[in-house]
């Protein structure tokens, strides 16, 4: 059995962010055991982990990669003996996927974003401030705006191992109902391409907790966990 069967078999849902990126070959393995698995993003390295034995802890531990600067667990357990280990907690998230098919009107205006937008998503994304990795993401076609009139009203984003993200919305254009719509488009746009559409929620983010929940998107049983290096 090799790694995405296992993810599939001990919770299909839960690993989402581990078996995409594997089945479409933006990461591979770095450690495996009975205990777990660890994969590693082919860019910007990030790592993650999926304890599934619990006496393959010390095993997991020891096998976390190390020349990765951020990874993500599934185990509250893990993350603690990583945080022994050096590791600091980032943000404890919830991973949501969306499950059913996403149809959208046909006259809707949702592109693609190429580099001459460099400067516009680096001043209004307001949660950190990375323009090289703005630059691989317009690089790479992972930004994506939508338009009304003509005018760009706001943009979301994968990440560079395939998670939904980067949602904004402009000032002017908000609590107008266009930041499920962004999402609802990038759901759509994934799905077509054969692609499972999945993201992140940092834990207590109301908002964004229910906007996943009126999309319909199915909270996944296990936790995601981010950690950062010291």
């Known amino acids: 059995m090799d790694a995405i069967d296992r993810l ?24 495996e055991s009975a205990g777990g698995i ?20 010390d095993e997991m531990v020891a096998g976390c990669p190390t020349d990765c600067e951020m990874v993500s667990v599934h185990d509250a ?7 022994s280990r050096g590791f600091v907690l980032a943000n404890p998230c919830s991973l949501f996927v969306m499950e059913k098919q996403v149809k959208l009107p046909e006259d809707t205006d949702f592109r693609v974003l190429d580099r001459s937008y460099l400067d516009f998503v680096a001043g209004h994304y307001s949660l950190f ?17 939508l338009f009304k ?3 760009i009203v706001g943009f979301i984003g994968l990440h560079a191992e ?24 990038l759901c759509s746009y994934l799905q ?5 559409p999945y993201g992140n929620v940092v834990d207590g983010n109301a908002a964004s907790l229910a906007l996943q929940a009126s999309l319909g998107m199915t909270r996944a049983s296990l936790c995601s966990i981010w950690l950062s290096r010291q």
């Open 192 to 196: 077509k391409k054969g692609l499972v």
């Open 162 to 185: 395939g998670a939904m993200g980067l949602l904004e919305v402009l000032p002017a254009f908000r609590r107008m109902g266009y930041g499920a719509e962004l999402e609802s488009c």
């Open 38 to 57: 660890w994969i590693k993003m082919k860019s910007f390295g990030t790592a993650f982990g999926a304890l599934l034995d619990p006496s393959g802890m």
């Open 77 to 83: 357990g893990l993350s603690e003996r990583l945080q």
């Open 8 to 31: 599939y078999a001990s919770d299909r849902l839960s690993y989402t962010d581990m078996t995409e990126p594997l089945r479409l070959g933006n990461a591979s393995v770095a450690f």
């Open 129 to 145: 401030h990375d323009p090289e990795y703005i630059v691989f993401l317009l690089e790479t076609q992972m930004l994506f705006g």
């Open 149 to 151: 009139g003509g005018e």
